[in-house]
């Protein structure tokens, strides 16, 4: 058995006792997938992905892809291409495609579910499976012959990767220098650098379509110029079998050394330096940015649920180790030099940290999927053919939570998982350095903390004044104040002032926004905060949700279900009490991040840059 340690009982908890999936499961879009099916699903990847998945992730790290610069290619280790067949053989990846493509038509909330414990066991292998997610958006914007070429994607297993971060340009999309030229037989030649281009180049597939951001010529600049263009790795002779033509001009010169995730192949992209790389746009439109923000959107879901299931694990080698190291004495018998050592479970802070690492790791599972029932609305209701615009205005809304909030927690986390471990756990001999590493590229994978920042209040929040924002704090705040008996009565009133201040910290900022319509300088007031935003609201969606457990778990203790046996009562106790905790230490909080958020200096824009 591997370093992974799943948390299946949670998982299930979560979808069906407190966001009611078994309701919606086995029903109208989702009748291919009942509750039984969901579960025996789940229950199999799990086995997977702790039985096989977790060690190749671990060769990996220790013997990483080779680059070729010769050949620019990119060479796998062979336990890991064993593990990625596993994967693909048992056809987990088509749970991502709807049957159109040969898929299962699964919930979303499920797919996630799933994606969290191949991502917790082996993270790389689960990006690498991405071109699912390719193949669906080009099955949804592309021509009839592109939607072809999808098929083929998901029927040959083609790799895929987002080819948008230039050497010069970074998080700066609008400065993109790659250029795009049309020719006479209306396909395009391509021109540039790109960096960071995860899956760029390996051989887990026969073929890689890149999905690129490049400027036409004659194309104005800033992001409104871009067009997206696909450029496969081979060109394709026969658009019918998919059986492959020449080598297209687009190549692998450089393979990232990183400080983590290293069995993720992350390249320098080198398009037609040599011979021409060949792409065609994608689409009928000049439309590039907003088809890539449907990549991205996905790829940001992927990133805050690779963050919650690596905390997940950490969070519970933590445990296991804290409940067998023995070292000092109870802190009640201080002084006693005849009293036995303990396990460091005994010592409060240890209790401390691990209790909020729990809350934290559970937190944000419950955020992930909860975002994920949204979507499992939008697609019920495409089904039918019509559009669930709370759903979606409330997806876009958590998007940059999910994938910021959740990265910077769970790095926070393991920190302090790290901690428990003391020195051992700077060791190779357990996992949590490898997890340390491998999760701090989720703060800055798709933007990093400050852009998701940004983007949650520019983009989601005072883009529609407000609206989405409301109407999600509004539903907590009326779950905040429903009646409860006494264990957690203190809690929601916790809950609930949290609300209120959640809402003045986003009015606030509101306001320094209108201000600077005729003080420019007001702004700043706004971009120092966004981040601040995003994460006090983080913290009270966790709240939320820790609560909504800790009512279910509450409300079972007293039928006498769920387990009657020890483990159920400890599984509901350590829900409890985990909200509980968690309202206390860190709903009070955001309080004070309020009273920053307000207050106003001259000092942080001031100050020269000489002085720094």
């Given at each position: 058995m591997?370093?992974?340690?799943?948390?299946?009982?949670?998982l299930e908890?979560?979808l069906?006792?407190?966001?009611?999936?078994?309701?919606?499961?086995?029903?109208?879009?989702?009748a291919?997938?009942?509750?039984?099916t969901?579960?025996?699903?789940?229950?199999?990847?799990?086995?997977?992905?702790?039985?096989?998945?977790a060690?190749?992730?671990?060769?990996?790290?220790?013997?990483?892809?080779?680059?070729?610069?010769q050949?620019?290619?990119?060479?796998?280790?062979?336990?890991?291409?064993?593990?990625?067949?596993?994967?693909?053989?048992?056809?987990?990846?088509?749970?991502?495609?709807?049957a159109?493509l040969?898929g299962?038509d699964?919930?979303?909330?499920l797919r996630?579910?799933?994606?969290?414990?191949?991502?917790?066991?082996n993270?790389?292998?689960?990006?690498?499976?991405?071109?699912?997610?390719f193949?669906?958006?080009?099955?949804?914007?592309?021509?009839?012959?592109?939607?072809?070429l999808?098929?083929?994607?998901?029927d040959?297993?083609?790799?895929a990767?987002?080819?948008?971060?230039?050497?010069e340009?970074?998080?700066d999309?609008?400065?993109c220098?790659?250029?795009?030229?049309q020719?006479?037989?209306?396909?395009?030649?391509l021109?540039?650098v790109?960096r960071?281009?995860t899956?760029?180049?390996?051989?887990l597939?026969?073929?890689i379509?890149?999905?690129?951001?490049?400027r036409?010529d004659?194309?104005?600049?800033?992001?409104k110029?871009?067009?997206?263009?696909?450029?496969p790795?081979?060109?394709?002779?026969?658009?019918?079998?998919?059986?492959?033509?020449?080598?297209?001009g687009?190549?692998?010169?450089?393979l990232e050394d990183?400080?983590?995730l290293?069995?993720?192949?992350?390249?320098?992209l080198?398009?037609?330096?040599e011979?021409p790389?060949?792409?065609?746009l994608?689409?009928?439109?000049?439309?590039?940015i907003r088809q890539?923000?449907q990549?991205?959107e996905?790829?940001r879901?992927?990133?805050g649920?690779k963050?919650?299931?690596t905390l997940?694990?950490?969070?519970l080698?933590?445990?296991?180790?804290?409940?067998e190291?023995?070292?000092?004495t109870d802190?009640?018998a201080?002084?006693d030099?005849?009293?036995?050592k303990?396990p460091?479970?005994r010592?409060?802070e240890v209790?401390?940290?691990?209790?909020?690492?729990?809350?934290?790791?559970e937190g944000?599972?419950a955020?992930?999927?909860?975002?994920?029932?949204?979507?499992?609305?939008?697609?019920?209701?495409?089904?039918?053919g019509?559009?669930?615009?709370?759903?979606?205005?409330?997806n876009d809304?958590?998007?940059p939570?999910?994938?910021?909030?959740s990265s910077?927690r769970?790095c926070?986390?393991?920190?302090?998982a790290?901690?428990?471990?003391?020195?051992?756990g700077?060791?190779k001999?357990?996992?949590?350095?490898?997890y340390?590493?491998d999760?701090?590229?989720?703060?800055?994978?798709?933007?990093?903390t400050a852009?998701?920042?940004?983007?949650?209040f520019?983009r989601k929040?005072a883009?529609?004044q407000?609206?989405?924002?409301?109407?999600?704090?509004?539903?907590?705040?009326?779950e905040?104040?429903?009646?409860?008996?006494g264990?957690l009565?203190a809690?929601?009133?916790?809950?609930?002032?949290?609300?209120?201040?959640?809402?003045a910290m986003?009015?606030?900022?509101g306001a320094y926004?209108?201000r600077?319509l005729e003080?420019?300088?007001?702004?700043?007031?706004?971009?120092r905060?966004?981040?601040?935003?995003?994460?006090?609201?983080?913290?009270l969606l966790?709240?939320?949700?820790l609560l909504?457990?800790?009512a279910?778990a509450?409300?079972q203790s007293?039928?006498g279900?769920?387990?009657?046996?020890?483990?159920g009562?400890?599984f509901?106790?350590?829900?409890?009490a985990?909200?509980?905790?968690?309202?206390q230490e860190?709903?009070?909080?955001?309080?004070t991040?309020?009273?920053?958020?307000e207050r106003h200096?001259?000092?942080?824009?001031?100050l020269?840059?000489?002085a720094w």
């Amino acid at each position: 058995m591997g370093h992974y340690k799943s948390n299946l009982r949670d998982l299930e908890f979560t979808l069906f006792d407190v966001l009611g999936r078994d309701d919606v499961y086995g029903t109208g879009a989702f009748a291919g997938t009942g509750q039984d099916t969901a579960r025996a699903v789940l229950a199999e990847v799990e086995r997977l992905a702790v039985h096989q998945l977790a060690d190749a992730s671990v060769a990996a790290d220790r013997t990483p892809p080779v680059h070729d610069p010769q050949a620019r290619s990119v060479t796998l280790p062979d336990s890991f291409k064993r593990a990625y067949r596993a994967w693909t053989d048992g056809g987990w990846h088509l749970l991502d495609l709807p049957a159109s493509l040969g898929g299962a038509d699964a919930p979303p909330s499920l797919r996630w579910a799933v994606a969290e414990l191949a991502l917790g066991a082996n993270p790389a292998l689960y990006l690498y499976q991405g071109f699912t997610g390719f193949a669906r958006v080009l099955d949804r914007l592309g021509t009839g012959e592109q939607r072809r070429l999808a098929r083929l994607m998901v029927d040959r297993q083609w790799g895929a990767t987002m080819v948008l971060t230039e050497p010069e340009a970074g998080s700066d999309v609008g400065a993109c220098r790659t250029r795009a030229r049309q020719q006479p037989d209306g396909t395009w030649h391509l021109e540039g650098v790109k960096r960071f281009i995860t899956s760029g180049e390996h051989d887990l597939a026969e073929n890689i379509v890149h999905f690129v951001l490049a400027r036409p010529d004659g194309h104005g600049p800033g992001t409104k110029g871009l067009s997206l263009f696909l450029v496969p790795k081979f060109r394709i002779a026969d658009p019918a079998t998919g059986r492959l033509g020449a080598r297209n001009g687009v190549h692998a010169t450089a393979l990232e050394d990183k400080m983590g995730l290293k069995a993720s192949a992350t390249c320098e992209l080198t398009f037609g330096a040599e011979e021409p790389a060949v792409g065609m746009l994608l689409g009928e439109e000049h439309n590039g940015i907003r088809q890539m923000f449907q990549i991205i959107e996905q790829a940001r879901m992927i990133v805050g649920t690779k963050s919650a299931a690596t905390l997940s694990t950490g969070y519970l080698n933590a445990v296991e180790y804290a409940k067998e190291r023995i070292q000092g004495t109870d802190l009640a018998a201080l002084g006693d030099r005849s009293a036995p050592k303990v396990p460091i479970t005994r010592h409060p802070e240890v209790r401390r940290s691990l209790l909020l690492q729990k809350g934290y790791a559970e937190g944000l599972r419950a955020l992930v999927l909860y975002t994920a029932t949204l979507q499992d609305r939008i697609a019920a209701a495409q089904a039918e053919g019509r559009t669930d615009e709370e759903a979606t205005a409330r997806n876009d809304l958590l998007l940059p939570v999910v994938k910021g909030y959740s990265s910077e927690r769970a790095c926070e986390q393991l920190n302090h998982a790290l901690q428990i471990l003391g020195g051992a756990g700077y060791m190779k001999d357990f996992p949590l350095e490898q997890y340390i590493r491998d999760t701090k590229i989720d703060t800055l994978y798709e933007g990093t903390t400050a852009i998701q920042g940004q983007d949650f209040f520019f983009r989601k929040i005072a883009r529609d004044q407000g609206a989405a924002l409301d109407g999600l704090l509004t539903e907590v705040e009326k779950e905040a104040r429903q009646e409860a008996d006494g264990a957690l009565a203190a809690e929601r009133a916790l809950l609930a002032e949290a609300v209120t201040q959640v809402r003045a910290m986003a009015d606030a900022l509101g306001a320094y926004l209108l201000r600077s319509l005729e003080e420019p300088a007001a702004v700043h007031q706004v971009g120092r905060n966004t981040t601040r935003l995003l994460m006090a609201t983080g913290d009270l969606l966790l709240g939320w949700l820790l609560l909504r457990q800790a009512a279910v778990a509450q409300k079972q203790s007293h039928a006498g279900g769920d387990g009657r046996n020890a483990a159920g009562r400890a599984f509901r106790l350590g829900k409890i009490a985990t909200a509980r905790f968690f309202a206390q230490e860190v709903l009070p909080l955001i309080t004070t991040e309020r009273a920053l958020a307000e207050r106003h200096d001259s000092i942080l824009m001031e100050l020269p840059d000489d002085a720094w």
